[in-house]
């Protein structure tokens, strides 16, 4: 189980993108947003499939 401050780096990850988004919609609406999203899950697939891995596998 995760401790405080894993879930805590977790949530504040969350909020980040959230405001992001915000963003985005402020500047230019729905196509904007809509690049953004793409943005964020390319960014989101690269941290998944980075090699080393981020933790150590035992």
């Known amino acids: 189980m995760p401790?405080?401050?894993e879930l805590n780096v977790t949530l504040l990850g969350k909020v980040d993108l959230i405001e992001r988004l915000e963003m985005a919609d402020k500047e230019g609406g729905y196509e904007k947003m809509?690049?953004?999203?793409?943005?964020?899950?390319k960014c989101i697939e690269r941290k998944?499939?980075?090699k080393p891995p981020i933790t150590e596998t035992q």
């Open 3 to 5: 401790g405080e401050k």
């Open 34 to 41: 809509k690049q953004q999203l793409i943005f964020e899950k």
């Open 48 to 50: 998944l499939y980075q």
